[in-house]
C-alpha cells in the first residue's frame, strides 16, 4: 500500500530511505497533489502553475517521484499537438531509474491521448540520462533568459533557473 495521506502530506517521504531495489509502478496522482510534491522536493524550480496530467511513481511502499505535463510553455511550440513535461522531481533517494520511469510514463500517456510530440527541458550541467533512458532526442539547445526581458508580464517571478542554458528534449509518435 503506498502511504499517502488525503491531505497530500508528502513530509514522511524525507525521512524514508531505500533498503533494497524494489520495482517501480505508475500511481494515479492529482495535479494539486504532484505540485505539493514538486513544491516540498525540487533542487531548483517552483511548482508549475498548470497542467494538463501528472504521473506518480512509487517504490511499493511510497511515492519516490512526480512528473507533470502542461501545454508548452513557449508559445511558438504550443501547436495543439504537443505537450511538455513541466516538471519530473524525485526524492533524493528514489531508485535508480525512477526519471527514466516517469519520462517514458508521460510519453505513453500522451500518446494514448492524442498527442503527437512531447518536449522537455534540462540544463546543460544536467547529464539527460533519464531522458536517453526513456528513448528522447536532444533537439536544440536555449540561452538564459534576461531576467528584465523575463519579467514583461504581470504576476511572474523570477527563478534563477531561467536565466540558465538548456537542452531541449522530445519524443515523437512515429
Not at 20 to 27: G, I, K, Y
Not at 120 to 128: D, F, K, R, V
Not at 149 to 167: C, L, M, T
Request: with cysteine.
Amino acid at each position: 500500500m503506498l502511504h499517502r495521506t488525503k491531505s497530500s502530506s508528502y513530509s514522511h517521504c524525507r525521512q524514508s530511505a531505500i533498503i533494497a531495489p524494489m520495482a517501480l509502478t505508475a500511481v494515479p496522482i492529482t495535479l494539486t497533489e504532484a505540485r505539493e510534491f514538486v513544491g516540498n522536493f525540487h533542487r531548483h524550480n517552483k511548482p508549475p502553475v498548470g497542467g494538463v496530467f501528472a504521473v506518480g511513481v512509487s517504490d511499493g511502499n511510497r511515492l519516490v517521484g512526480v512528473a507533470i505535463a502542461g501545454r508548452p510553455v513557449a508559445r511558438m511550440l504550443d501547436n495543439g499537438e504537443t505537450l511538455e513535461v513541466t516538471r519530473c522531481c524525485v526524492l533524493d533517494d528514489a531508485p535508480k531509474g525512477s526519471c527514466s520511469f516517469l519520462y517514458a510514463r508521460c510519453w505513453n500517456a500522451a500518446r494514448a491521448l492524442g498527442w503527437k510530440r512531447m518536449l522537455t527541458y534540462t540544463l546543460q550541467a544536467e547529464s539527460g540520462a533519464s531522458l536517453r533512458g526513456a528513448g528522447w532526442k536532444i533537439i536544440a539547445q536555449t540561452e538564459g533568459y534576461n531576467p528584465a526581458a523575463w519579467q514583461s508580464r504581470p504576476g511572474r517571478e523570477w527563478q534563477a533557473v531561467v536565466g540558465q542554458a538548456k537542452f531541449r528534449w522530445e519524443a515523437v509518435a512515429a
